[in-house]
């Protein structure tokens, strides 16, 4: 299996932490594809565990239902 490669654009926030493994947000682009949002736990070697990725227009559609949720 080949490694991934990623670039991180931009570190937007860490949101937790356990047992050194941090919860992140971030701008990365995977392989050269266009950038997108990366929500995922980073393990302590820098290396990325599971995580979910969401185009821009993805991450806009979810923080306006978690803003508008009563």
Same mark, same amino acid.
């Given at each position: 299996?080949?490694? &991934?490669?990623?670039?991180?654009?931009?570190?937007?926030?860490?949101?937790?932490?356990?047992?050194?493994?941090?919860?992140?947000?971030?701008?990365?682009?995977?392989?050269?594809?266009?950038? &997108? &949002?990366?929500?995922?736990?980073?393990?302590?070697?820098?290396?990325?565990?599971?995580?979910?990725?969401?185009?821009?227009?993805?991450?806009?559609? &979810?923080?306006?239902?978690?803003?508008?949720?009563?």
């Amino acid at each position: 299996m080949a490694d &991934v490669k990623f670039n991180l654009i931009k570190h937007i926030c860490s949101f937790s932490e356990n047992k050194g493994y941090r919860k992140e947000i971030n701008l990365i682009s995977w392989n050269d594809d266009p950038a &997108v &949002v990366d929500i995922r736990n980073w393990m302590p070697n820098g290396r990325p565990g599971k995580g979910i990725t969401l185009t821009p227009e993805e991450a806009k559609k &979810v923080a306006e239902a978690i803003l508008n949720e009563e």
